[in-house]
């Protein structure tokens, strides 16, 4: 089965002191032992680098760790969808018409590329606004 993760999630993940910590690391445990094919974007990617160099955390991570822990800790886990200008074009076209505003956007792109992957469920944190934006995964986006 495929599994789109949110940033949301990732972010959780990669992040011990994080309250969901070992709720999202679990999901990454399924995709490390194959129970489940993990897809993440590359918007998510940068999304996820963001959060983590602006955690409010002492120590700070630093974009070196932040780069080391996506590089291991995602890109050499996961699937990655990629968005081309069509794709873009098509979530912005979208958030018109069902009058996303601001930065819920950002999650209709992010189930655009669960779509684009083909992935049967949304895992996020974020399960209102991904409802919103995601309407034909229904009670497939789920929290982790």
């Known amino acids: 089965m495929r ?21 999202a690391m679990a999901w990454i445990d399924r995709v490390d032992r194959k129970e489940v ?12 680098w963001s959060v983590l160099t602006s955690l409010p955390l002492r120590p700070a991570i630093q974009g ?35 009058e996303v505003r601001g930065g819920a956007v950002y999650d209709a792109l992010h189930a655009a590329m669960a779509r684009k992957a083909r992935a049967e469920e949304i895992l ?13 995964y229904g009670s497939r986006v789920r929290a982790p």
């Open 37 to 48: 094919r993990g897809v993440i974007s590359l918007h998510g990617v940068a999304e996820t």
């Open 124 to 136: 996020t944190l974020d399960l209102r606004d991904f409802r919103r934006v995601a309407p034909d």
């Open 64 to 98: 070196s760790t932040a780069l080391r822990l996506v590089r291991e800790g995602l890109l050499a886990r996961f699937e990655v969808a990629e968005a081309d200008r069509r794709d873009y074009e098509r979530v912005l076209e979208a958030a018109a018409d069902r």
């Open 3 to 23: 599994v789109y993760f949110d940033t949301s999630v990732l972010v959780a993940g990669l992040v011990e002191c994080h309250p969901d910590h070992a709720r």
